[in-house]
């Protein structure tokens, strides 16, 4: 069964900075593409970031570039986003799935929350 569980979401005041992480299982992890995914309060769920599997390539939403790191540790089964310079538009919940810049599959985590407010 296809798993992913989100943490290290949280308030935080514009221009701070979080790490957030997926643990990711029931497929082999090693050999999928990982994206983050957002969605902000009253939109459509939005690609954030996306990293290959090997000879690591990564792609960023235009709204993140140069303020968000997408990384994974395949040991651990798990990819990280560390956001920096946070501002309150980031304000969603963010999830992670499988695949190149679309979910490989259908399931979901339950995302982790995300507040960046004064």
């Known amino acids: 069964q296809v798993q992913f569980v989100e943490s290290g979401g949280g308030l935080v005041q514009p221009g701070g900075s979080l790490r957030l992480s997926c643990v990711a299982s029931?497929?082999?992890?090693?050999?999928?593409?990982m994206s983050w995914y957002r969605q902000p309060p009253g939109k459509e769920r939005e690609l954030v970031a996306s990293?290959?599997?090997?000879?690591?390539?990564?792609e960023y939403a235009d709204s993140v570039t140069g303020r968000f790191t997408i990384s994974r540790d395949n040991a651990k089964n798990t990819v990280y986003l560390q956001m920096n310079s946070l501002r309150p538009e980031d304000t969603a919940v963010y999830y992670c799935?499988?695949?190149?810049?679309?979910?490989?599959?259908?399931?979901w985590g339950q995302g982790t929350q995300v507040t960046v407010s004064s």
């Open positions: 799935n499988a695949g190149w810049q679309r979910p490989e599959f259908g399931d």
């Open positions: 029931g497929f082999a992890f090693h050999v999928f593409a």
């Open positions: 990293m290959s599997s090997a000879n690591p390539i990564k």
